[in-house]
C-alpha cells in the first residue's frame, strides 16, 4: 500500500504543471476546394431491378460495367453473382451475402 501511494504521488507531482497549461485556442478548418474540372461523381452504382420467371433480379453497374448481379427467387433466399476480376464471369455466391469479399481495384485495362 506504501509502494502504490508512492506512485500516486509522484505521478500526481509529475502531472501538477501540465495542468497549469495553457491550451492551444482552436480555429474552424477551412472549407475543401471544389473537386478539379471534369471529375465526376459516379461513385454510386447503378441498380437496375428487373422481374423474370418471378425472380427479382437486381443488377449492379459501376461506370456501364456490370459487377454484381443479386437474384432473389420466389421462395425468398436470395443469392448473388459476382464478377470478382472484371472479366465478366459471374461466379455464384449461395448465401445470403458473401462470407468475404477483398476490394479490388481494375489500375489500368487496354
Known sequence: MLRFAMTFAVTLALALP?????????????????????????????????????DTVEEYRMNGRLYMIKVTPPHGVPYYLIDQHGRGEMVRYPDSSPTLSVPMWVIRSW
Open 18 to 54: 501540465a495542468l497549469g497549461q495553457q491550451l492551444p485556442q482552436l480555429e474552424p478548418l477551412p472549407e475543401p476546394p471544389p473537386p478539379p474540372a471534369g471529375m465526376s461523381d459516379d461513385f454510386e452504382p447503378e441498380v437496375t431491378i428487373l422481374q423474370r420467371d418471378g
